[in-house]
């Protein structure tokens, strides 16, 4: 089949190397110059294969009121009010109730594991130097009430991963970078074999591989500002110029920015854009090995190659400029109060913002929409980096080896 994949993200050109491996001609598009410019670009660079949570869980539920008072470091909401935020938000808030939670947790936790296995894959088929390792991971944890609930039986999807609920002073003793760490925190989770890596370097390299190994075709620099919706026959892409090229299938991998090309189509999805930010910066005199996540302040730190990557918050909605510099500010604050020297923070190398596409499930929408030959792999919102490797696998999965006659046509 010849399949149009639109975005080329981490979530792209994964599915691109699925696609074109089974045989399908595939050809990616992009309206930046380069693969990952958007939300892949800088993140946490956490795989986090043993430790994807919904972001929707009954403890967000107790902070609503601060979240609402702009008291809650972490998180702040639009400046406007608007329908589409509204409403997404209600839905949210039901998948924060302690059942659903729990139901989205074990969904998600599958997938990622499923991923872990689907990337190494990958890993073992090609030679990418992403300063790619495996750094196990320490979640750590405020209270001791939190912990109790952290050593709670796990749901079966997660028995697989190996994780130990530890005090604090065991914490330091797995990670001595953690001794100046000025956060309350009673304890952490340890979960073994998590791995970090840069998504933006992996990317690019997967572009080159993907030409030359299965001859794929990406157009960079090329806006599609229009997707036809056909019962049957080839599906037509309007490219900003004026062109329009014809596919069998269309695979859209927009994030945050592809639910008003569908909208037109009638497909409309629960993505809500959940900004976050990041810095990247030279080692510090006291570097962690192992990627730490603080749960409470929403803060992720990996050690990538020589640098330090830290990122971290969750505001709702695209915020104006001022404020998202502000919020860069605040999280170089916040970070060098917390933990100040595993990172020289004098020498930031650059600062980043981006957008992860939340739904309010937290899991990715995966599949063939309402209209036939239109698919969607989006809305991986905060573990997309995680998760590309599984989701592309079951996307392919779902349409299936190029027959014959399909390569022929
Ligand atoms: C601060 C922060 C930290 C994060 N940390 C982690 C982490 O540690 N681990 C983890 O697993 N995940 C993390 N994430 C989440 C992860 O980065 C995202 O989920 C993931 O990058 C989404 O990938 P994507 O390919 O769907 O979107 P994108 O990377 O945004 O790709 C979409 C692409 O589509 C293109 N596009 C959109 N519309 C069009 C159009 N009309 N025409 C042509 N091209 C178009 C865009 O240019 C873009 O390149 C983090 C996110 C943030 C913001």
Not at 152 to 170: N, Q
Not at 216 to 231: C, D, L, P
Not at 356 to 375: D, E, M
């Amino acid at each position: 089949m010849k399949i149009a994949i639109i975005g080329a993200g981490v979530v792209g050109v994964t599915t691109a190397y699925m696609l074109a491996k089974i045989g399908h001609e595939v050809t990616v598009f992009d309206r930046e110059p380069r693969a990952a410019m958007e939300s892949s670009f800088a993140n946490g660079g956490q795989l986090s294969y043993g430790f994807a949570s919904p972001m929707g869980t009954p403890g967000l539920l107790g902070k609503v009121p601060s979240i609402l008072f702009g008291a809650d470091p972490a998180f702040r909401l639009p400046s406007t009010l608007s329908f589409d935020f509204m409403k997404w938000s209600l839905q949210f808030l039901r998948h924060c109730q302690p059942g659903q939670s729990q139901i989205d947790a074990e969904q998600l936790a599958a997938l990622a594991q499923q991923s872990g296995t689907v990337f190494r894959q990958i890993l073992s088929e090609t030679s990418f130097d992403f300063g790619h390792r495996k750094a196990n991971k320490l979640v750590l944890l405020k209270s001791a009430k939190d912990l109790e609930k952290a050593a709670a039986p796990t749901p079966k999807s997660i028995e697989r991963v190996y994780r130990e609920v530890l005090p604090w002073k065991d914490c330091l003793q797995r990670e001595p970078a953690l001794r100046n760490y000025n956060g309350e925190v009673a304890g952490g989770v340890w979960i073994e074999g998590d791995e970090v890596g840069d998504a933006a370097r992996f990317s690019e390299q997967m572009v080159a591989f993907c030409e030359k190994a299965f001859d794929v075709q990406f157009s960079f620099n090329t806006n599609i500002v229009g997707v036809s919706a056909k019962e049957q026959g080839p599906q037509e892409l309007s490219l900003s110029t004026g062109e329009i090229l014809t596919f069998d299938s269309v695979v859209v991998c927009t994030g945050v920015a592809g639910t008003k090309l569908l909208q037109a189509l009638d497909i409309r999805l629960p993505i809500y854009p959940v900004m976050g930010y990041s810095l990247t910066a030279p080692l510090g005199s006291n570097p962690p090995q192992v990627a730490v996540t603080d749960a409470g302040y929403k803060i992720v730190f990996s050690r990538i190659g020589d640098q330090i990557r830290i990122a971290g918050f969750a505001d709702f909605g695209i915020a104006s400029e001022e404020r998202r510099r502000q919020r860069v500010q605040d999280l170089i604050r916040t970070v060098r109060q917390l933990i100040p020297d595993v990172a020289d923070y004098s020498r930031i190398e650059s600062t980043w913002i981006g957008a992860r596409p939340a739904t309010p499930s937290s899991l990715p929408i995966v599949g063939q929409s309402k209209v036939p030959g239109i698919y969607l792999n989006m809305g991986h919102g905060m573990f997309g980096w995680t998760l590309s490797a599984g989701a592309a696998q079951n996307l392919a999965d779902l349409i299936g080896p190029a027959t014959r006659a399909s390569r022929a046509a």
